[in-house]
């Protein structure tokens, strides 16, 4: 009896045995209708998403089977849809291109190891509980890292519209190889191309208020708005058929094999593994801060939560099933988890039906792809992509802080000049560099008592009462090695200019930590006092702060007190300085 107390204590709580004993007759239809749905939109942009990651189309379908039904396991939200999506399928492509030729064999390999190794690093770090992680990528990161890629991802897909072979992971090669083969451009094929995107424009912007305006529901408008791609891929792929296209030099996508996804296998090479190790950790960062972005805003809106770290393993998990049935990595898609939101899925278990769906066109509906025009493929993944790209962050960080827009442009430039991989680490490097600058330089404002009050405010912005006695000095920054000389130089400076001056109170309200750095430049700066018989004290030190200071004998050597406000530290060091008022300067 007590083994089985301890296998239940230990067994993981499922999401899916959450959910699972709710699920009623009403669920099921609200599941299944959305399902439905989402099946539709998952098999054009599973074909393009492939495509674009140099893969066979039909490795998109594969990639949106299992991922789909472990995530309906492991997942904590309830609306996310699993699969292929733009900015990783690029990535794909960039860090697959270096090992082997898109479209051999040897490709696919390189593209199923790659999701083995994402799935490895996910499902690790949602082991260890390193969600947190993701926090490094900051918004403005991101935002320009996506713009970039949606760039990126237009620009790559013109040579499919133009009906030319060009080269490149940048928008240099890309412009520049484009450029090169204008001359080549096939008539028909650009034709086919821009006409499908400006009916694809037209379909999102425009289909929904005409459908609105002749009596249709909103809702049913927005998804049969939203279907726009699979009338695109109907239309042309008949006009194909019936007109002999690619006789006339339309590519199209071919036979695309009917079947089950394959069981497969990644390549146990050391060496493929070390050089695939750093693509596939930014694959998995950017996946999981899309995914978890994704979830969290879908689940506020029900008054729901998702774990970050239940998702890295949901996540982790769901690559690993993808290495191995024949996919690539895949990440929650910002998209279909809106479609599948908005349709009314309830449950994990859409995305099940959702999976069965994608089956049942592996095994049946394949071979009405074979005249579908790739031109056409190439319009779905441009209208998709360039929905991400935003420009306004550039003039909001611009007009809101300075080093943000640095950040978010020195990714954005860097991805479209040199690379996905490289913007990404340029944007996080920026990031982390820039944060430990201002850090370093942290806001220290001497304060005074506010007249008739028992707050204290910066002397430069309001008039308030101060004593030639008493320094009080507020940090408004944690306490640690880069910025703890910064502290030392701005107490120096005060005391060498006040020969009046008898105490100095360190208003610690906005002190969150104070490392050993720090702590041994607090000794210092008490000893200098000391030596020059000034005082030390300390005010609102928070609880998490005074118990690491506890642990030492700094306390105890203070030459000072700590006061529990810095009210009751004035009202005892100088309690003439409540009377002596001075006007902001």
């Not at 699969?83 to 390999?109: K, R």
């Amino acid at each position: 009896m007590n083994a089985v107390s301890e296998w239940r204590r230990w067994l993981p709580s499922l999401p899916v045995l959450h959910w699972g004993r709710e699920y009623n007759r009403t669920t099921l239809l609200s599941d299944g209708v959305a399902s439905l749905i989402v099946t539709i939109m998952l098999i054009p942009q599973s074909l393009a998403y492939a495509m674009l990651a140099g893969l066979p189309p039909e490795v998109g379908l594969y990639a949106s089977v299992a991922p789909l039904l472990l995530y309906a396991v492991f997942g904590t939200s309830r609306v996310l849809a699993v699969g292929p999506v733009a900015v990783v399928s690029l990535m794909t492509a960039a860090a697959v291109g270096q090992h082997a030729a898109a479209g051999s064999p040897g490709y696919w390999a390189v593209a199923i190891t790659l999701a083995f190794l994402s799935g490895t690093l996910l499902l690790v770090m949602g082991l260890l509980r390193l969600g947190f992680l993701a926090n490094f990528l900051s918004h403005p990161v991101i935002s320009g890292f996506i713009s970039a890629s949606g760039i990126l991802i237009a620009a790559s897909q013109l040579k499919t519209l133009m009906g030319v072979k060009a080269d490149g992971h940048n928008l240099v090669d890309l412009s520049l190889s484009l450029w090169s083969q204008a001359d080549r451009m096939h008539g028909l094929t650009l034709t086919l191309g821009v006409a499908t995107v400006a009916f694809l424009f037209w379909v999102r912007s425009g289909l929904k208020p005409l459908l609105q305006g002749l009596g249709m529901a909103p809702r049913t408008a927005d998804v049969v708005a939203k279907t726009g791609p699979v009338a695109a891929i109907a239309v042309t792929t008949g006009l194909t058929w019936a007109l002999n296209w690619q006789a006339q030099g339309v590519k199209i996508v071919g036979a695309v094999p009917q079947g089950l996804p394959p069981f497969t296998m990644p390549r146990w090479d050391l060496g493929l593994w070390q050089s695939l190790l750093v693509p596939a950790l930014l694959i998995s960062v950017v996946g999981f801060v899309e995914s978890v972005s994704v979830g969290q805003t879908l689940a506020a809106r029900r008054r729901q939560r998702i774990d970050p770290d239940q998702e890295l393993v949901a996540l982790g998990s769901s690559n690993l099933s993808a290495a191995f049935t024949g996919g690539f990595p895949v990440t929650g898609g910002f998209a279909r988890s809106v479609v599948n939101f908005d349709a009314g899925a309830k449950t994990p278990a859409a995305g099940v039906f959702t999976a069965v769906g994608i089956t049942l066109a592996s095994l049946f509906l394949t071979p009405a792809l074979f005249f579908l025009p790739q031109a056409t493929l190439a319009a779905t993944i441009m209208v998709a992509v360039l929905s991400l790209v935003d420009f306004s962050i550039l003039r909001k960080t611009w007009n809101y802080a300075k080093s943000d827009f640095l950040a978010v442009a020195a990714t954005l430039l860097s991805t479209l000049a040199v690379g996905v991989e490289t913007g990404l680490v340029v944007g996080v490097a920026l990031s982390l560099a820039l944060h430990l600058f201002r850090t370093s330089r942290p806001h220290m404002a001497e304060v005074g008592l506010v007249a008739g009050t028992e707050h204290f405010r910066n002397v430069l912005r309001h008039a308030v009462l101060v004593s030639p006695r008493v320094l009080s000095l507020r940090v408004d920054e944690s306490l640690y090695f880069a910025n703890s000389r910064a502290l030392e130089d701005r107490v120096n400076n005060a005391v060498a200019s006040r020969p009046g001056l008898e105490h100095v109170v360190l208003q610690c309200s906005a002190i969150n930590d104070i490392d050993a750095s720090a702590l041994d430049s607090l000794e210092a700066i008490d000893l200098r006092l000391r030596s020059a018989g000034l005082q030390l004290h300390l005010s609102e030190v928070k609880g998490p702060v005074m118990d690491r200071l506890k642990r030492t004998d700094f306390l105890q050597r203070l030459s000072g007190q700590v006061f529990l406000t810095q009210y009751q530290a004035i009202q005892e060091l100088s309690p003439e300085a409540m009377r002596t008022p001075r006007a902001a300067t």
